[in-house]
């Protein structure tokens, strides 16, 4: 092997190798946040990179503290510009990977070389904040391993690089386990510490709590899934598939708002046709869950409001799974308070003039609300409108132009137009948006449902019915509910790449993945409280708080921790091949009536056997001496004990 | 008070089990391998601390994945660190004589009987801080040479030596005290001096001077009054104070007595040792058979390596029980 050398690593400089490894691993854990940072801060973290390899290329000294302090302080300056705070999620990240790479500029001692490598197991951590999907776990996966190879290194600065990435690889492997048994049994907190940074959710996308015309159509071009639901037994029809979310009631003649809702006790209606699910919810930042119409039974943990929508005690910032249950159909439920009905009648005092005149022709000749809506749909089946992701920009009279002037429009258009109808010939009307559809995966049998479902519809009230529902879109684009929106739209628009018709290949591929990401949330990335406690209730500890499980894991850590101490040891328990030889050798003369007595010197034990065995007392001289070469020579060789082990097997004892 | 306590000497030995030098191979068990956190160690933990508060606060189940992992990492790392020094075998190698002032060069033979390699083995001499680190192979005998400083003349023992590792994460540093019994001899530090000039001695008799032959020039040596002016080194005389005359070796057969008795009284018993070292050699290099006679022991004239090495252990020894 290598040479001796009279340092001790920690006490060495640190060598090019060193750098080597720090540099790959830097620019595995930094490259995931270069994509996030604006190019001229990727610049100077490469830039400080360079600066580092070029000092050790040059052998020159590493820049002075004072020089590093001030570009620390210019890093800081850099950072406040581009991001207007240093104490955000991104800003704050950004700030460690420019120390980070500053520490790998003035790196001067082992030491130093060891904390780059520890703040690289941070930046592991901090690309985790944003995606903690399969990619970026495999992805740091791969920069642990580097990244511990170099520690490792650090602390063999003589060994192959190999064999140091082969040992960080041994080292993972047997931590491996151990991580298992904290994972699932150190006992997990609900919730935050203290208070998030104000930028901590800003990445979460979804439904707003307000409706413009353009804002759905915005979100339909992302594929990003916003659900996933599990059913029991098969899942309705994609005609059915109405998840209800936020409930509009308030127009101001472009936007509509929630407005103010209250809390309601559930009852659970009458009816049939009841599908129980679980939806596993992306974490997008609002109160609202989304349930199949008509909820049947609430997700634990969930209250229900005057206007049927399912909401969380707080936003739900991470992912969330629910169990549900809805019905496809319920008994009539007419009754509605009063000022429910006022606030669902309520237009703005002017605009739209077209729209009224078109309300008040439908209202004159009927005889009941229901007549005007009869009206109001085959209206919207014959009127030809156009369905398209990229409706035109609308001017003040939004629900006029959409309706006689552009004709084209995307699924608030269509709801917010009807609602508008509606209301204008005095039948009471609200705008109920969420998803419509989504789509089975072929391997798991689980419904996802993205953002490009998102859907708008109207719901009215009907005397002696209740609240029914009524999809304009639907009555004028019959494929929209019937084979989902990408076939539904004019072709060339910007249909998220996965969800065009044409690529079903892909698709087939992408159901595979999202089966596997599927399992992969809800089993590693969803394991909180609640399933920590199902799961050991399921393996018989009932009610485990953190007492009972900070035992067994210490209990069960424990017990690892000696069967690798054994492992270590079983493999060191082996004799050397000297002693195992001469071991045989003295068996072998026992079983010829020469045992050794235990305070007989190898010399001595020879001469007497040679004695006794004159045939083959040469061959146990040779042996003897060889034993005591090796044993006690100066330097025992290897060469030595294999010798001594083939003369002790070829001895022939008559 | 801690600090005070292990700085006590007796009370680290009871600690550590203190042993006597050990005989033979030295097998380092279990128990004889001591691991504490190293000053990196602490500086994982505070890292880990602050990763499992962040995954707590954000919920991020990937967060405690990588804590944790980490966390297992730096238990294993533990046992693989003990793992690089238990049963690692050693045995102590001879150590060659060496003049006081030198460095004794202690061997070391470190022998892994173990299927996988431990790299980075330190082996610290405690007293003196000499060090070697080393890399061993599995199944590798590796030698590990100790360079002591030998300050006085005599049997130098091997003391305490300290075996470390922090390999492989240097999270941990593993450590473990051996004293295998080994020693060096130390001769006393040989004074360059002019050699004795062959006297007349009533045992030997003085005719052996007049062998001393003029054909070959050997060194130069103190004058003394019968020598012949032919002989006296002038030009060497110019530049010092000391008269001295030419040697000249060419008859093997001079025999020289290196006496105890006749050197100046004024001298303690290390400057005679000291001088008689340096006449043992000056005269093993001139070729001469000599003899050394010292208060309670007497070697016969003679010649050669093992010669001079008795000589020279009879001047170590003098006087050491």
């Not at chain 1, 992701?389 to 258009?413: A, I, K, M, N, S």
């Not at chain 1, 684009?477 to 044409?502: N, S, T």
């Not at chain 2, 001096?193 to 007349?200: E, K, Q, V």
Request: proline share 7%; charged share 20%.
């Amino acid at each position: 092997m290598s040479a001796p050398h009279p340092l001790a690593p920690e006490q060495r400089a640190v060598a090019p190798r060193d750098l080597a490894g720090l540099l790959a691993s830097l620019l595995l854990v930094a490259a995931p946040h270069a994509l996030r940072m604006p190019w001229w801060l990727t610049l100077l973290v490469l830039g400080l990179y360079a600066w580092r390899t070029r000092i050790a290329l040059e052998r020159s000294a590493p820049p002075s503290p004072w020089l590093v302090l001030g570009l620390a302080l210019l890093a800081v300056a850099a950072v406040y510009l581009e991001y207007r705070t240093l104490f955000g999620r991104t800003s704050g990240i950004v700030l460690l990977v420019l120390f980070s790479g500053l520490k790998l500029a003035e790196m001067r001692t082992h030491r130093d070389a060891a904390v780059v490598a520890f703040l690289c197991y941070f930046l592991v951590m901090t690309n985790l904040l944003y995606t903690q999907s399969i990619p970026t776990a495999l992805l740091m996966a791969l920069a642990l391993l580097v990244v511990t190879g170099t520690l490792v290194g650090l602390a063999a600065p003589q060994r192959p690089a190999a064999a140091n990435l082969r040992s960080a690889g041994l080292l993972l492997a047997h931590a491996a386990p151990a991580a298992l048994i904290l994972f699932l049994l150190f006992p997990r907190v609900q919730g935050p510490l203290w208070g998030l940074p104000q930028d901590a959710y800003s990445g979460l996308t979804g439904l707003s709590d307000t409706m413009t015309p353009g804002a759905l159509s915005q979100l339909a071009q992302s594929d990003a899934i916003a659900f996933r639901a599990e059913f029991e037994g098969e899942p309705p029809p994609p005609r059915e598939r109405y998840w209800r979310g936020p409930v509009l009631w308030d127009f101001d003649g472009r936007t509509w708002r929630m407005g103010p809702g209250w809390l309601q006790r559930f009852e659970a209606p009458q009816g049939g046709g009841r599908y129980d699910y679980t939806v596993t919810l992306e974490p997008h930042n609002r109160t609202w869950l989304f349930a199949l119409e008509s909820v049947a039974r609430l997700p634990v943990r969930a209250r229900y409001t005057n206007d049927g929508m399912v909401v969380a005690f707080s936003p739900v910032r991470s992912r969330l799974r629910y169990d549900a249950a809805s019905l496809a159909r319920t008994e009539p439920a007419p009754f509605e308070h009063p000022d429910s009905l006022r606030r669902a009648l309520a237009l703005p005092e002017s605009g739209n003039a077209r729209a009224r005149a078109l309300a008040a022709d439908w209202r004159r000749p009927a005889q009941s609300d229901l007549q005007v809506l009869q009206r109001a749909v085959e209206f919207f089946r014959d009127s030809r409108l156009g369905y398209t992701l990229e409706p035109p920009l609308l001017g003040r009279d939004t629900v006029d132009e959409f309706l006689f002037d552009t004709r084209e429009g995307f699924c608030e258009h269509f709801a917010s137009a009807f609602v508008f109808l509606m209301r204008a010939a005095g039948v009471p009307a609200r705008v109920v948006t969420g998803y419509q559809g989504g789509e089975v995966n072929y391997v798991d049998r689980i419904i996802s449902v993205r953002q490009s479902d998102a859907h708008a519809w109207a719901e009215v009230h009907l005397a002696g019915r209740g609240w029914v529902r009524v999809d304009p879109t639907a009555a004028a684009v019959p494929g929209r509910v019937d084979a989902g929106m990408a076939r539904a739209v004019r072709a060339g628009d910007p249909v998220p790449l996965l969800m065009r018709p044409q690529l079903e290949w892909l698709r087939g591929l992408r159901s595979n993945w999202e089966a596997l990401a599927h399992r992969w949330n809800v089993w590693v990335l969803g394991y909180g409280a609640e399933r920590q406690r199902d799961l050991m209730s399921r393996i018989g500890m009932r009610d485990a708080d953190w007492r009972k499980l900070t035992a067994a894991m210490a209990a069960i850590l424990g017990a690892f921790t000696l069967v690798l101490l054994v492992w270590s040891l079983r493999r060191l328990a082996r004799p050397d091949p000297v002693q195992r030889a001469w071991q045989a050798f003295c068996r072998k003369l026992g079983a010829h009536g020469v045992a050794r007595a235990p305070h007989e010197g190898p010399r001595d034990y020879a001469e007497r056997a040679a004695a006794r065995l004159p045939g083959a007392a040469a061959s146990i001289r040779a042996i003897a001496a060889l034993y005591i070469g090796a044993r006690y020579g100066r330097a025992p060789a290897p060469a030595r004990a294999a010798e001594l082990a083939r003369r002790v097997r070829e001895l022939q004892l008559a | 008070m801690i600090r005070a306590l292990l700085g006590d000497a007796r009370l680290r030995d009871w600690f550590y089990g203190y042993r006597a030098p050990e005989r033979g191979a030295i097998t380092l068990g279990q128990r004889r391998v001591y691991i504490v956190p190293a000053r990196l160690g602490w500086f994982y933990g505070a890292t880990l601390g602050i990763l499992l508060i962040g995954s707590i606060n954000y919920a991020l189940q990937l967060g405690f994945a990588l804590t944790f992992l980490l966390a297992g990492l730096g238990l294993v790392g533990m046992v693989h660190t003990t793992r690089n020094l238990a049963r690692l075998t050693l045995s102590a190698g001879r150590a060659e004589p060496v003049f006081a002032g030198e460095a004794a060069q202690f061997r070391l033979y470190l022998d892994n009987r173990a299927r996988y390699d431990r790299p980075a083995i330190l082996v610290r001499h405690q007293a003196s801080g000499a060090q070697m680190v080393l890399d061993l192979a599995p199944g590798a005998v590796a030698e590990a040479v100790l360079a002591v400083p030998a300050v006085r003349r005599g049997w130098l023992p091997l003391t305490r030596v300290m075996l470390e590792t922090r390999f492989p994460l240097g999270l941990f540093r593993a450590w473990s005290y051996i004293e295998p019994e080994a020693r060096c001899l130390v001769y006393p530090r040989p004074e360059r001096a002019p050699l004795p000039a062959p006297t007349p001695d009533a045992d030997a008799g003085a005719a052996r001077a007049q062998a001393l032959g003029s054909d070959d020039f050997s060194g130069l040596r103190a004058y003394q009054p019968q020598d012949s002016p032919r002989h006296v080194a002038w030009k060497a005389v110019a530049r010092s104070d000391d008269m001295l005359t030419k040697q000249f070796a060419g008859a093997a057969g001079i025999e020289l007595w290196l006496d105890w008795q006749r050197l100046a009284p004024g001298l303690d018993t290390e400057q005679r040792l000291s001088r008689l070292a340096g006449w043992v050699l000056a005269a093993e290099q001139g070729g001469a058979r000599y003899g050394l006679r010292l208060p309670a022991l007497a070697i016969a004239p003679d010649r050669g390596d093992a010669h001079r090495a008795a000589c020279l252990q009879a001047l170590a020894l003098y006087g050491t029980a």
